[in-house]
């Protein structure tokens, strides 16, 4: 993969995206300090949207919703990606909000 920064997902990032099984979510909570969470689905289920946008189905795990109830206060959130078999790793800065309802990020096949 390329080493650039910038705002815009390229032919490159977009492939390290679409292959991760998993990823950090870091949001901010109410008292200001970051809370990180783990994301986790099949290969392809964190997708590029646009060519400044990601999206993922949000999997139930421990019901806690801790992430959703940061984002009604503060909507900035970090995104790590790792590839510990490549030591390679994606970090994004960025914003956040949930949408309710069907959903074209729902990855067939994976019941979570």
């Given at each position: 993969?390329?080493?650039?920064?910038?705002?815009?997902?390229?032919?490159?990032?977009?492939?390290?995206?679409?292959t991760?099984?998993?990823?950090?979510?870091?949001?901010?909570?109410?008292?200001?300090?970051?809370?990180?969470?783990?994301?986790?689905?099949?290969?392809?289920?964190?997708r590029?949207?646009?060519?400044?946008?990601?999206?993922?189905?949000?999997?139930?795990?421990?019901?806690?919703?801790?992430?959703?109830?940061?984002?009604?206060?503060?909507d900035?959130?970090?995104?790590?990606?790792?590839?510990?078999?490549?030591?390679?790793?994606?970090?994004i800065?960025?914003?956040?909000?949930?949408?309710?309802?069907?959903?074209?990020?729902?990855?067939?096949?994976?019941r979570?």
């Amino acid at each position: 993969m390329t080493r650039r920064m910038g705002d815009r997902i390229g032919p490159d990032e977009q492939a390290f995206i679409e292959t991760r099984e998993s990823f950090y979510l870091a949001s901010v909570g109410s008292t200001g300090w970051p809370y990180l969470q783990h994301r986790g689905g099949p290969p392809g289920f964190l997708r590029v949207l646009g060519e400044r946008t990601l999206g993922f189905a949000d999997f139930r795990g421990n019901r806690r919703y801790i992430t959703v109830g940061n984002l009604d206060h503060d909507d900035r959130v970090s995104l790590f990606l790792m590839d510990y078999a490549h030591q390679a790793r994606m970090k994004i800065l960025g914003r956040a909000r949930t949408v309710d309802g069907d959903s074209p990020l729902a990855v067939e096949g994976y019941r979570a």
